[in-house]
């Protein structure tokens, strides 16, 4: 059992997500999945084998998962799967861009749930997980039992332009610093720059791109400073999927058309929805997830009041973890 209950819109500075959190737990499967000639995904299973399944996506893009990232869903009930995406985590090759798009994605996931013989799942996915998340729903939400969403990404180019340069308006230092990699003649457009830099035939032109961009991803993802969490993506087999993933899908416009999610959400408001969001996300901003809310009346939507953008703010873990909850007592 958790060691807290929910008190959604309580604060929860003074608990850590460990306080909600299901306990930690050891996968009871590993496996890896040729997905072509180049790309093989890493996935792992933990929890009930015979349980409902639930699929965890994970942000970045680039991301890749992490041991806390099973601990969102009671383990008795749920048959928990986790992977990492192209490119990500130990999915090889680490960083690689080629044949690395959303659709690619979202057919990377059908071919995992085939392989595992599973009918329907409830797919969970926070930041690009939520925007990867939303799509695979489009296309494929006959196998979709729910979603549970969080810090809402919608891959448009306000979004992109946003993280590249507007953050400065909450994190100037962090910005600074990101904008300062660059020679000033460059600032005008981080992002062309940055991806010049990240995919540079020098590995460690690379490698000072992707720990500049992380460091600043992770500087403003949290309310209030996580030295762990900043830490965490300033290792170089993390920074350096992230950064040079992430360049690759902003500069292609995250594959998607500016209006491809939200002009889709009629197709998906009949499958069962959780949004949770965190009030200060300045990664990705409220007004995303107001503006899907507001074509999705349906939806259970929680504003976190005392959060930011990390699923590792203890409010953030305290509303995920009542939402697959509350999907346990529907699922039953």
Known sequence: MRAAPSAAGSATRQLSRDD????????????????????????????????????????GPGGGIAPDHRRFYDPAFYRIVLYDQRGAGQSTPLGELTDNTTQHLIADLERLRLHLGVERWLVFGGSWGSTLALA???THGEHVLGL????????????IRWFMHDMRFVFPEAWRAFASFLPEAERDDLLAGYYRRL?????????????AWSRYESSCSTLLPDPELVAHFDEDTVAL??????????VH???????????????????????????????????????????????????????????????IARELVAATDRFRAKLT
């Open 136 to 138: 695979y729903a489009v």
């Open 241 to 250: 999927a992230i950064a040079r993933i992430e360049a690759h899908y902003f």
């Open 20 to 59: 909600y959190l299901y306990p930690p737990l050891a996968p009871y499967r590993t496996g890896r999945l040729a997905l072509d000639a180049l790309h093989t995904m890493h996935f792992e299973e933990c929890g009930n084998p015979r349980g409902v399944p639930v699929v965890f996506l994970h942000g």
């Open 253 to 315: 416009d995250l594959f998607l058309s500016d209006d491809a999610l939200l002009s889709n959400v009629p197709r998906l408001r009949r499958i069962p929805c959780a949004i949770v969001q965190g009030r200060y996300d300045i990664v990705c901003p409220i007004r995303t997830a107001d503006d899907l809310v507001r074509g999705w009346p349906e939806a259970e939507y929680t504003v976190v009041p005392d959060a930011g953008h990390s699923a590792r703010e203890p409010g």
């Open 199 to 211: 995919t540079d035939p020098d590995r460690a032109m690379q490698m000072a791109a992707a720990h």
């Open 148 to 159: 549970v969403l969080r810090g809402i990404f919608l891959a448009r180019a306000w979004e």
